[in-house]
């Protein structure tokens, strides 16, 4: 009696993990790991090899460089999620959702680059409201992902439809906010 029955708005294929009948998100989901650390150390690099060593200079690097490139993953997260939901009629799967934490903790390092420049460098956006944006890129996802793991209708691969495009919109904002 106490057995909580999920309720659902129209029945939803299973996933099987793969993209196009032969491409495994599971090696998607480490290859998203494996490029954002040689991203931030090709960044990195990037500072030493232009004679850029002190530390405002490559978190400034990092910051302007992991924006750019959390642009485009949500913008590819946001196409994948249409993919799994729209074309598959699929739910969410443990190895999308680790690609939405690898996200989230892309946003959190990048948010902590700037933040860390903002206190010890003394180093101010060209418009406040960048502060602001930069907060929403971090509380943006975990609210979607909250909404999927307590939706009683399945599917809820929608909510991480809105989540990266409202996050694509937001890490737009904080672009054209940010430079002087």
């Known amino acids: 009696m106490s057995q909580k029955m999920t309720r659902q708005t129209r029945p939803y294929n299973e996933f099987d993990g793969k993209i196009a009948g032969f491409i495994s998100i599971q090696k998607l989901d480490f290859a998203l790991i494996t490029v954002m650390m040689l991203f931030i150390i090709a960044v990195v690099a990037l500072a030493v090899l232009s004679g850029n060593t002190t530390a405002y200079a490559m978190l400034h690097l990092v910051h302007y460089h992991l924006s750019r490139y959390s642009l485009f993953m949500a913008t590819v997260m946001f196409v994948l999620a249409l993919y799994i939901g729209l074309r598959k009629h699929a ?43 930069g907060m929403a890129t971090i509380l943006c996802l975990p609210f979607f992902i909250f909404v999927e793991t307590t939706a009683e209708k399945r599917p809820s691969m929608g909510s991480y439809m809105w989540g990266f495009a409202i996050l694509a919109g937001i890490i737009f904002r904080c672009i054209s906010t940010g430079a002087a």
Do not use: K, Q
Not at 109 to 116: N, T
Not at 122 to 129: L, M, T
């Open 91 to 133: 739910d969410v799967t443990p190895y999308f959702r680790r690609g939405v934490y690898v996200i989230v903790g892309t946003m959190v390092v990048e948010s902590l680059a700037g933040l860390v420049m903002f206190l010890f460098a003394n180093v101010r956006p060209a418009e406040d409201i960048h502060l602001i944006y």
